[in-house]
């Protein structure tokens, strides 16, 4: 007998569904917290992919994160930054040297002559986004989908089942939260989170993708709670008022 599938966002046939769904995007060095094909389906997959993945990605916090992390593209790219050296902008990147990735500044003569002169002091110039109300509507969504979709990774294997039709008892508020993820919203109304940067944390400390997932209950509250490098998320799935 042959399989029905379903996406679970759409609930469309997704029997011939080719792509696997990362739950944490690929370009943030996830390669393993993967749904198998048809659990999310190939138009739900590169909708996610364009629409919600793509303008968080872009935006300067996260492309500072893999620039400090070294989280390397799947064409083994890695964004640049800039730095503030002596009062000069410089552009900053990661260049391959013997295969050792090597920090390179570009310094203008006039910011060499200063840093010859002056102890060089650098900060980084790029303002840090990810609690900026701005974006709040796109990071909510982003996060919203990560949300979602390891909670059905959770289900699929407390369950030991492959994804045939997926039957979730979604509740009316997991349906109005997966609407937002899928749909949207045409007044950009966004879920509120909370976002934190952790000082204890310790970069390039391993090699493997430094991510924590998981739920929490606050106050009979179901939070979602996701640790991406230092940047700590956290989003309340119930009180989120669609
Ligand atoms: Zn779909």
């Not at 699929?156 to 349906?175: C, T, V, W």
């Not at 919203?185 to 924590?212: A, F, G």
Request: charged share 30%.
């Amino acid at each position: 007998m042959r399989r029905i599938h379903k996406c679970i966002f759409c609930n469309q046939d997704s029997t011939n569904s080719q792509s696997v769904e990362h739950i944490i995007p690929e370009s943030l060095g996830n390669e393993e917290l993967i749904l198998d094909k048809g659990i999310v389906c190939d138009k739900c997959n590169n909708y996610f992919s364009r629409e919600i993945e793509s303008p968080v990605l872009n935006l300067d916090g996260f492309k500072q994160l893999r620039f400090y992390e070294l989280i390397e593209s799947k064409r083994g790219r890695i964004p640049n930054s800039d730095v503030l050296f002596c009062g000069e902008k410089c552009d900053i990147h990661w260049q391959k040297v013997n295969g050792e990735n090597c920090l390179m500044i570009g310094m203008l003569p006039e910011a060499i002559n200063k840093f010859l002169e002056a102890p060089p002091k650098m900060f980084f110039t790029k303002g840090f986004e990810l609690n900026d109300k701005k974006y709040e509507y796109e990071i909510s969504r982003f996060l919203l989908k990560i949300a979602i979709e390891y909670y059905v990774y959770l289900f699929i294997k407390s369950e030991g089942s492959a994804s045939e039709e997926l039957d979730l008892e979604f509740d009316e508020q997991l349906k109005k939260l997966i609407h937002f993820v899928r749909i949207g919203r045409k007044d950009r109304k966004s879920i509120k989170y909370e976002v934190s940067v952790l000082h204890n944390y310790k970069p390039l400390s391993n090699d493997n993708m430094s991510i924590q997932i998981g739920f929490l209950l606050e106050s009979n509250d179901l939070i979602f709670n996701l640790v991406i490098y230092n940047t700590n998320f956290k989003l309340n799935l119930s009180k989120a008022n669609l």
